[in-house]
Nanobody
Framework: QVQLVESGGGLVQAGGSLRLSCAAS????????MGWFRQAPGKERDFIAV????????IYADSVEGRFTISRDNAKNTVYLQMNSLKPEDTAVYYC??????????????????WGQGTLVTVSS
C-alpha cells in the first residue's frame, strides 16, 4: 500500500508564498496521477489541482489558477504545490491525493485511491 505524507504547511502572511510537498512511500509513484485538495473549517473538501503521470498535463481550480503551481518529481516520488499570492481565504488543511486514472470525473468528486493525512496552511491578513 502506497502512503502519502504531506509537509510544508504553516503560517504565512497574505501575499506570501508556501510550497507544499507530498512524498509517496513506494517507488510506483510514476503510475499515479497526483493532486491536491483543501478543506477550510466548516466547508467541504475542494479540488485544487491535479497533474498527470509525467507532469505534462495539469488542471487547476479557478480559485487558484495563476497563483498555484503543481509539479512532480518522479525520481523523488514527490509532488509539490507552489502557492503564491496567498490570501486569507486559502486557509485550509491541504491534502495530497493519488489515483491511477487521470479522470476528471474522479478527481472533481474526490473519488480517489489514496489520501495523505493533511497539512495545515494558515494565511493571516
Amino acid at each position: 500500500q502506497v502512503q502519502l505524507v504531506e509537509s510544508g504547511g504553516g503560517l504565512v502572511q497574505a501575499g506570501g508564498s508556501l510550497r507544499l510537498s507530498c512524498a509517496a512511500s513506494r517507488r510506483i509513484f510514476s503510475s499515479y496521477t497526483m493532486g491536491w485538495f483543501r478543506q477550510a473549517p466548516g466547508k467541504e473538501r475542494d479540488f485544487i489541482a491535479v497533474t498527470s503521470w509525467s507532469g505534462g498535463s495539469t488542471i487547476y481550480a479557478d480559485s487558484v489558477e495563476g497563483r498555484f503551481t503543481i509539479s512532480r518529481d518522479n525520481a523523488k516520488n514527490t509532488v509539490y504545490l507552489q502557492m503564491n499570492s496567498l490570501k486569507p481565504e486559502d486557509t485550509a488543511v491541504y491534502y495530497c491525493a493519488a489515483d491511477r486514472l487521470y479522470n476528471w470525473s474522479r478527481w472533481s468528486r474526490g473519488y480517489l485511491e489514496l489520501w495523505g493525512q493533511g497539512t495545515l496552511v494558515t494565511v493571516s491578513s
